[in-house]
């Protein structure tokens, strides 16, 4: 604080404004680090393509097959045990709906892909997400490169 004559004390305009400028620097710097609660369609694509990759590598690792399988509403995986599928319930690899209002421009009910043991789909895989109006088109090679479009 500046004394100012008449022994008053106060903040000078300059000093106010720089506060100001400061505050809102970093109310604008929280909000674009802040989740968009309604989540957005970029979001499930990057969580599909993780998602993805884990499964190729877990196949590999494993060395016995992984389906995915997806659906309008939802995608997960499978695990080939004991000559039987059987889906997995926990970890990455779990079911998942797609977020908000997104959903999945398929062929049929469902669409399902086996990765080998060696990671290799045993076919390449092509759909929509579509939400809010906006369409996304996903495209996996037989490697499990998840690409969007």
Avoid: C
Wanted: aromatic share 6%.
């Amino acid at each position: 604080m500046k004394p100012v004559a008449g022994g008053q004390r106060g903040f000078t305009m300059v000093g106010l404004m720089v506060v100001i400028v400061i505050i809102g620097l970093l109310s604008g710097a929280v909000m674009l680090t802040m989740a968009d609660p309604r989540g957005r369609i970029s979001g499930d694509i990057d969580r599909f393509a993780g998602r993805v990759r884990a499964a190729r590598d877990s196949a590999i690792v494993s060395g016995g097959a992984v389906a995915l399988w997806v659906s309008s509403g939802a995608y997960g995986f499978e695990r080939r045990s004991q000559g039987q599928w059987e889906s997995i319930t926990d970890g990455p690899l779990a079911s998942q709906n797609w977020s908000g209002d997104t959903h999945a421009q398929i062929q049929g009910t469902q669409v399902r892909i086996v990765f080998d043991s060696v990671g290799r789909a045993d076919q390449p895989l092509s759909f929509a997400l579509l939400r809010d109006g906006n369409e996304v088109r996903l495209r996996m090679d037989l490697d499990g490169k998840v690409t969007s479009q």
